[in-house]
């Protein structure tokens, strides 16, 4: 297959594939920032689609894109301060509403940190004291990116605050980095968001994407890794997707993509 662009056609539901779903520990103490032994819920025995394929898909790509919260880090990073500002279950249940389709992304979004209100003490303690835990073998999959020559990008519906000290250390640069920005008064009170970041709003990852093919040569092919439907849907303009469970298993996720893994070591032709 060396040289050929490989097809992106989307197959059939998986057999079984809901049943394949199970506990899975993959952020253990080698892909933590802390050192402490975070897990998460995934799938053991969930297994890959086309490793190999997609390991190809990678080796062809110029630009990688990566999704943050539970792609990158096995955390969902606006869960997680609500959780540290004492509205943990507040904000679960508007995500749950969310996820079956009662609103828009952006006014999700909206009502979750209103919710919330974190002063902007409250985040810079935050991410003090909860760094985000890094999944397991991303670090060494990013310096093989790095190595190959590869662009990679982190595109995410999280806050552009909690992002970047998963991105400084990575070694990603800030100007590649899509996500939202909280914005805050004179006081350092919450305020609102900006509503003006592609990703604060429904398709938002794929308009990301499509100003990265901007900013790049458009005949770049451009690969989309992560866990969520939106991810997904940056088909176009990205021209590949590749499913990622290792942290947690979304089953319609898992039943549309044709290339899906379980740990980053997967696609690095190993």
Known sequence: MSGSVLSLARPAAATNGHNLLAKQLNCNGNGTTDGAAKTTVASAITPPKQPQLAAKVIQQSQIVCFDVDSTVICEEGIDELAEYCGKGSEVARVTKEAMGGAMTFQDALKIRLNIIRPTQQQVRDFIQERPSTLSKNVKRFFSHLKAEGKQVYLISGGF????????????????????????????????????????SRSGGKAEAIALIRKENNDDSLITMIGDGATDLEAVPPANYFIGFGGNVVRPEVYRRAQYYVTDFEQLMGQ
């Open 160 to 199: 552009d605050c909690l992002i970047a000290p998963v991105a400084n250390e990575l070694g990603i640069p800030l100007k590649n980095v899509y996500a939202n920005k909280m914005l805050f008064d004179y006081l350092g009170d919450y305020d609102s968001f900006d509503i003006n970041q592609p990703t």
